[in-house]
């Protein structure tokens, strides 16, 4: 498997631009996260899904961040318009389903965001 | 709301030394993970602790949960080069059906050869 498998891995983008994160978990996973990680504030939750449906979004700053899950295989995550404050690595991860288990979540990469 | 606090932020230590990394919570956890995070790479889960007062060993890494199920902790014995890199412990509360996980802050561990 090729693991969690995020797009772009860099972007940088002028303040007020439209930004979309792409993510795509492993096969078989049934939850998906995004997080956001900077150094002041670590590694926070923005949402996350259970079976392609939101379950609890309330990591997320403000209305300029939307997130979407259209099908088991994709999800995006998009801020706009973007602003300098925005600038973090973006990670998603993707895991089976607690009563399997362990939950592991597995990380994608990340999106370094840097917002000019 | 829930609160994970990791102490320390930072510890340097000599190859060869031990390190210990704390993780303390405001609310019961039902289990506790741990992760490592390389400098520019993303987390990676090390374990999950469930049971109260349960220790685990990998290799030269011990991980501890609580008998309160409050507070954790992971020892790593004989530091080598290859330990470098964060570690974060994450915590999900206890009792509810939410299966998001709370992040602390990290301890950065710095190995000198």
């Known amino acids: 498997d090729a693991g969690v498998i995020q797009s772009p891995r860099h972007e940088v983008t002028e303040m007020g631009q439209e930004v979309t994160l792409r993510c795509k978990p492993i096969?078989?996973?049934?939850?998906l996260f995004w997080y956001r990680q900077t150094m002041m504030r670590g590694l926070e939750l923005l949402i996350y899904?259970?079976?392609?449906?939101?379950?609890?979004d309330s990591g997320m700053p403000e209305d300029r961040f939307s997130a979407k899950m259209p099908n088991a295989s994709f999800s995006t995550l998009k801020i706009q318009p973007s602003e300098p404050r925005d600038s973090a690595v973006y990670f998603c991860?993707?895991?089976?389903?607690?009563?399997?288990?362990?939950?592991?979540?597995?990380f994608g990469p990340g999106t370094r965001l840097t917002v000019t | 709301g829930q609160q994970v606090m990791q102490i320390p932020q930072y510890q340097h230590v000599q190859e060869g030394e031990d390190f210990t990394t704390y993780c303390n919570s405001s609310?019961?956890?039902?289990?506790i993970q741990w992760y490592k995070q390389r400098p520019g790479g993303h987390p990676v889960f090390l374990i999950q602790?469930?049971?109260?007062?349960e220790v685990k060993k990998q290799k030269r890494l011990t991980f501890q949960f609580g008998e309160a199920k409050k507070n954790s902790s992971l020892h790593i014995t004989a530091t080598q080069t290859t330990d470098v890199g964060t570690y974060f412990c994450?915590?999900?509360?206890?009792?509810?059906?939410?299966?998001?996980?709370?992040f602390g802050k990290g301890t950065l561990l710095t190995v000198n050869p």
């Open positions: 609310t019961t956890l039902s289990n």
């Open positions: 994450a915590g999900r509360i206890s009792g509810g059906s939410n299966y998001k996980l709370t």
């Open positions: 602790l469930v049971k109260s007062g």
């Open positions: 899904f259970n079976n392609n449906v939101p379950i609890d």
């Open positions: 991860a993707s895991s089976f389903d607690p009563h399997r288990g362990t939950y592991e979540q597995y």
């Open positions: 096969s078989g996973h049934d939850y």
